[in-house]
């Protein structure tokens, strides 16, 4: 158990839709990073925040949102779903923000748009 | 961006073998990790380990920072080994977050 907590674990939904995946850091850890891992691009950086404030954004979709809240959880919105958003997204986790650390996965929330 | 290759893309072993994997990546970096995904999804950490030589169990890494290389050991295999094996790097210039290698999928039989 790395204590990285992601909800749901797995979502089927219809394109169009619109659904958040929330994500509870380990006790302590002030960084969040959301990743995506599809069949055809693998595991792509989406976006990180470290204690509330976005601190570097990869490859996101406009169609898509992410924010840290005062308590640390992070919430991943994706909006005006398509077939291809069907993947696994992880939300890791670390003590620090903008050096390097070890990161903490979470077991994934599995994304399956209709 | 940074490069990060990992080989073989496809390895079998019977149970019993020994392996290694390995990571090259194209550029200077302060955090490397190796994780396992297994059946269900689930990344694992195996080891944080942006240079020297580390070891747990049946499993042992090591980084050559100034030769841009990693490998992963694995003895005495067991079919829960099976998998996908995740190299993944940190550019001190990209802060912390990780950019993945490709894996080496990773069927042992009994």
């Known amino acids: 158990d790395s204590g990285v907590t992601q909800t749901p674990k797995h979502l089927i939904t219809a394109t169009g839709q619109r659904v958040t995946l929330r994500c509870s850091p380990r006790?302590?850890?002030?960084?969040v990073y959301w990743y995506q891992q599809s069949l055809d691009q693998g595991l792509q950086f989406l976006i990180q925040?470290?204690?509330?404030?976005?601190?570097a954004k990869g490859n996101i979709l406009e169609r898509f949102s992410a924010q840290q809240f005062p308590d640390l959880h992070s919430e991943l919105n994706l909006s005006s779903l398509e077939l291809g958003d069907s993947a696994l997204y992880f939300c890791a986790s670390s003590p620090i923000g903008g050096q390097s650390g070890e990161l903490f996965f979470g077991e994934g929330s599995r994304l399956t748009v209709l | 961006g940074i490069q990060v290759e990992q080989s073989p893309p496809d390895l079998i072993l019977q149970e019993g073998a020994n392996s290694t994997l390995r990571c090259n990546f194209s550029d200077s970096v302060n955090n490397l990790q190796w994780f396992h995904q297994n059946p269900w999804g689930q990344l694992i950490n195996l080891f944080y380990i942006p240079s020297g030589t580390k070891q747990n169990g049946r499993l042992s890494a090591t980084t050559v920072a100034t030769e841009r290389y990693s490998l992963l050991y694995i003895s005495s295999s067991q079919t829960t080994d099976s998998g996908v094996y995740f190299c993944a790097v940190c550019l001190g210039t990209s802060g912390s977050r990780l950019t993945f290698g490709e894996g080496t999928q990773l069927t042992v039989n009994p």
């Open positions: 925040y470290y204690n509330g404030e976005e601190r």
């Open positions: 006790s302590g850890d002030l960084s």
